[in-house]
């Protein structure tokens, strides 16, 4: 299956976009199914998300760090596997971004039969985190 893409634009430049959304520790602030995060080290955090059939702890590896222009980070144990790339493009001469989201899933064992399931949850829902991260950035509530 392709993986889920979404693309919103921030009255933001790269710079900061990328700071915030970037931040496993931020992740919280406005990705709607993250509990809490941890970080484990400099590249590996737990994240504790609310998932069908209850809250899991996913632990993520950053994979790619290029500031302010791409992120990605991808899960290392577990059944479900998530694999997350942000690339963040200057526009408006670089006044603000367009920030482009990729989400995919990999399955382990007992997860295969679930990717499905969770792509299909995260189809739905991701959008309004990425919503609420340009709220976020923008200074706006609601």
């Known amino acids: 299956m392709a993986p889920l893409v979404s693309t919103i634009e921030v009255a933001r ?33 737990a994240s504790t998300r609310r998932m069908p059939g209850g809250a899991r702890t996913i632990v993520q590896a950053i994979t790619r760090n290029d500031p302010p222009y791409s992120w990605a980070a991808a899960g ?37 039969p679930l990717v499905p399931l969770i792509r299909r949850t995260a189809g739905r829902f991701a959008p309004a985190s990425y919503e609420n991260l340009r709220r976020l950035m923008e200074g706006q509530t609601g």
């Open 13 to 45: 430049p790269p710079h900061e976009v990328f700071a915030v959304a970037t931040d496993p520790l931020r992740f919280p602030e406005w990705q709607r199914d993250v509990v809490r995060v941890r970080m484990l080290d400099g590249s590996r955090f």
């Open 76 to 112: 290392v144990e577990g059944a479900i596997r998530p694999a997350a790339t942000l690339t963040i493009e200057p526009i408006d001469g670089g006044a603000r971004s367009r920030v482009t989201f990729t989400l995919d899933f990999e399955g382990h064992g007992v997860g295969v």
